[in-house]
C-alpha cells in the first residue's frame, strides 16, 4: 500500500515544486514571458512558411540588438526601484555625435569612447541628483531627456549620413554560425554585454545591493550595503548603456539625427516589465529582460509577416501585454504577502 502511494506523493511534490516556480514573483514572470515567447514563434511558424528558421531567429537579435543593450541598463535601474526616462534621447546624441565627428575626420575609437563618456557621465549628473538633491527619479531623467534631445539639435538638426569605412563595415559585417545563418558583430556585442550584466547582478555585492535597494533601501543601509554609491551607479551603467546602444544604432541605421529612437525609452521599459522586473524593484533579472526585448521583436516581425496590418498594432500588441504582466506582477506579489 505505501509502496503504491509512494509515486503519487513524489509526483505531487514535483507539482508543487513547478507551481511554486510559476507563482513566485521572482522566477514566475519571466518564466511567463519563455513560454510566451516560444507559443508566439510556434504559431508564427505553422502560419507563415519559413518562420520557424535559426535565421529569423537571429534576425531579431540582429535587429533588436541595440535595444537588448538599453533594456540591461533600464534593469539594473528599475531593480532598484527607479526609472531612466532619458534613454532615448542618448541613443539619438550618441548617434548625432557619432555622426558628426566622424564626419569632422575623427578615428572612430575614439568617437566611441568620448560617446560612452558623455553618456557615462550624464548618467553620473543624473545619479547625483537623484541622491544629493533627492530629486524623484522620474523628474531627474524626464530633464536629462530634454537635455539630450536638446543638445541634440544644437548638434546638427539635419539628418547627417555616416560614410566612414569601420562603421559600414560593422554595418554590413556577418558571421556565419554554419547552415546559411549568420549575424552581425552587434549581436555579440549585446550577448557580451548581456552576460556581464547577468554576472554582475546575481554574483557580485553590487548587485545584491541593487536588489536590496529595490525591496527596501533602510533595510540595505542598517545592513551596511553601500546603498548611496550603488544608487548613483546604476544610473551611470544605465547612461553607458545607452551610449552603447546608440553607437549600435548608428551601426544598424549609419545616421544620426536628432528624432532618433523617439519613444525608445518606453521600448526599454516595456520591455523590461514583459521580461518579469517588477516596476516597484528587488525583483528581476537582465536575461529576463532580453527575452522580453524578443518578445516584442517577435510581434513586430509576425505584423511584418502578415503583410496586411498597420504597425500601430505593433503599439496595441505591447501595451496589452504590458497590462497582462504588470497584473500577473501584482497578483503574484499579492499572493506573497
Not at 519563455?34 to 528558421?53: D, E, P, Q, T, W
Not at 555579440?188 to 545584491?208: C, E, K, S
Not at 526585448?293 to 501585454?321: D, N
Request: charged residues 10%.
Amino acid at each position: 500500500m505505501s509502496v503504491a502511494l509512494a509515486p503519487a506523493t513524489g509526483l505531487t511534490r514535483a507539482g508543487r515544486r513547478i507551481v511554486d516556480v510559476f507563482t513566485s514573483p521572482k522566477s514566475g514572470p519571466v518564466l511567463v514571458t519563455a513560454v510566451l515567447f516560444v507559443l508566439i514563434f510556434v504559431a508564427g511558424g505553422l502560419r507563415y512558411r519559413g518562420f520557424l528558421s535559426g535565421q529569423v531567429f537571429l534576425n531579431l537579435l540582429i535587429d533588436n540588438s541595440y535595444l537588448i543593450v538599453l533594456a540591461i541598463g533600464m534593469s539594473f535601474v528599475i531593480i532598484t526601484g527607479g526609472i531612466d526616462l532619458s534613454v532615448g534621447a542618448v541613443v539619438a546624441l550618441s548617434t548625432i555625435i557619432a555622426a558628426r565627428l566622424l564626419q569632422a575626420g575623427w578615428d572612430p575609437t575614439a568617437v566611441i569612447a568620448i560617446i560612452l563618456l558623455v553618456t557615462s557621465t550624464l548618467g553620473l549628473l543624473v545619479g547625483l541628483m537623484i541622491h544629493i538633491f533627492k530629486v524623484q527619479p522620474f523628474i531627474a531623467t524626464l530633464a536629462a531627456m530634454f537635455l539630450a534631445r536638446g543638445l541634440c539639435y544644437i548638434i546638427a538638426k539635419e539628418s547627417i549620413s555616416i560614410e566612414h569605412p569601420f562603421f559600414v563595415a560593422m554595418a554590413n559585417l556577418r558571421i556565419p554560425l554554419g547552415g546559411q545563418m549568420s549575424v552581425s558583430p552587434s549581436v555579440l556585442i549585446a550577448l557580451v554585454v548581456l552576460a556581464i550584466g547577468v554576472w554582475v547582478l546575481q554574483y557580485t555585492r553590487f548587485g545584491r545591493t541593487a536588489y536590496a535597494i529595490g525591496g527596501g533601501e533602510q533595510s540595505g543601509m542598517l545592513m551596511g550595503l553601500p546603498t548611496s554609491r550603488t544608487k548613483v551607479l546604476v544610473y551611470v551603467i544605465s547612461g553607458f548603456c545607452s551610449g552603447l546602444a546608440g553607437v549600435l544604432y548608428a551601426f544598424y541605421t549609419l545616421s544620426g539625427y536628432a528624432l532618433t529612437a523617439v519613444g525608445t525609452e518606453l521600448d526599454a521599459i516595456a520591455a523590461v516589465v514583459i521580461g518579469g522586473t517588477l516596476l516597484t524593484g528587488g525583483y528581476g533579472f537582465v536575461l529576463g529582460s532580453a527575452l522580453g526585448v524578443l518578445v516584442l521583436g517577435l510581434i513586430q516581425t509576425i505584423i511584418t509577416f502578415e503583410g496586411t496590418l498597420s504597425s500601430w498594432w505593433t503599439k496595441i500588441f505591447i501595451g496589452a501585454l504590458l497590462l497582462v504582466f504588470i497584473i500577473l506582477q501584482k497578483v503574484l506579489t499579492s499572493r506573497r504577502t
